[in-house]
């Protein structure tokens, strides 16, 4: 039996939620089979993020410091940081303290605390950090993806480690080691101190793999110092680059049959997204996007990207259906959503649209844009909810929007 409502107010709840983000911004391409990284790079032959793809690699300069602080907000990441925000010096990053414009700006201690937030690329699945390690460290190393906690690591070296306690990494130069999810704490073994920069005889190149992906990694000493670096003391050797391995790009999204839809399906939860023209009327140009599915938590994410410099006010339609899923009654629950990416989730009811969105659309293609609620950037068009037995349904909900969403 099939249940289907059509621009009406319904009065049925799915179990998932979607969560919507609009503006992202950054020149970026698909996908492709090779790996896909951000760098960070910093040496005397410059200081710079690189993302790199099967298309042109992009790069975002980090400028030069003044008074050793810096700052660095770009397409591709951000880096702040506690007191009066990062600083750099001879190619390390620390933090800027008041008035000083030595060492200390290249180093973070224990009452300080810096994070690398990335931006326009996709989520890392794991990074590998060049770091400079003063005295006996010991550094949480915390990451999180869309401001909630995914792991912390403690990363530990000189006096900071306790004999019997983590994972040890080499014993010979370059100095590397790795924490895990399921081994968070790694001992690097180098030559630590407190004096002046013994080049990469005080560095360890460590590599962090979190149980999921993240978008933000924060360094918080507990003890000792740290600096975040990139190479510069491996003679800019850029194997010795800070590295985030990102999941990638799904594909890239146009407007023509060929090229203009995506659709993924994982245990229960099914999702189809269409670009249609551009509410403006512009020409269109390729999104990047990614979507993902969730079967535990039975969520999808749907998120596509503008290229910098040609924002798209893109439009879409879609479909999403989950189950099948026990419910005594099929009818008491609605569609939720997040309508932006801005840390902790917000979610609410998507509304119904207040109109037919096909029948005047703002331009041929389009949709008419102004059936959206106020205050809302999506709207469900219909609902169709399946019985399978006396206890199962399953719900399929066409939805409109505009701008940029993330869906989750």
Known sequence: MNVVRTLAKPVVLVSAALLLAVGSTAALSAAGADEETLRLHLGSDGTRFVYSNDGDPITQAIPAPRNCRVSVDGALAAITGSDQGPGLKD???????????????????????????????PDAVKASLDLELKGGVRVDIVVSRDGTEVDTFQIRS???????QGVDGSTTEPYTATATAAQPIANCRNASDSGPDAGPKDNCYVTIEPASSFDEVAFRPV???????????????PSFDTI?????????????EADNTAAIEQGGVFGSFTRLENSDGSDC???????????????????????????????????VKFGPQDSANPFT?????????????????????????????????????????SG?????????????????????????GIGDPKMR
Not at 158 to 164: D, L, N
Not at 355 to 370: R, Y
Request: with cysteine.
């Open 91 to 121: 190619g390390s990053i620390g933090i800027k303290t008041g008035g000083s414009t030595g060492v200390p700006c290249a180093r973070v201690d224990s009452t300080e605390d810096l994070t690398v937030a990335l931006k326009g690329v």
């Open 244 to 256: 985030f391995t990102l999941a990638g790009f799904t594909g890239e999204l146009g407007c023509t």
């Open 223 to 237: 003890s000792g110092e740290v600096s975040l670096e990139g190479s510069g003391d491996f003679g800019n050797n």
């Open 333 to 373: 629950s609605k569609l939720e959503y997040d309508q932006d990416d801005d840390g902790p989730l917000d979610f609410e009811f998507m509304p119904w649209c207040a109109g037919d969105p096909f029948a005047t659309p703002d331009v041929p293609g389009s949709i008419d844009t102004s059936v959206i609620p």
């Open 158 to 164: 000189g006096g900071g480690i306790v004999p019997g």
């Open 376 to 400: 809302h950037t999506w709207c469900i068009v219909s609902e169709t909810t399946t019985i399978f037995s006396a206890t199962q349904t399953r719900t399929a909900w066409d939805v409109v």
């Open 285 to 319: 140009v390729l999104k990047p996007y990614t979507l993902e599915v969730d079967v535990a938590a039975e969520t999808i994410s749907f998120v596509p990207v503008d290229n910098e410099g040609a924002p798209q006010p893109a439009t879409y339609r879609g479909t």
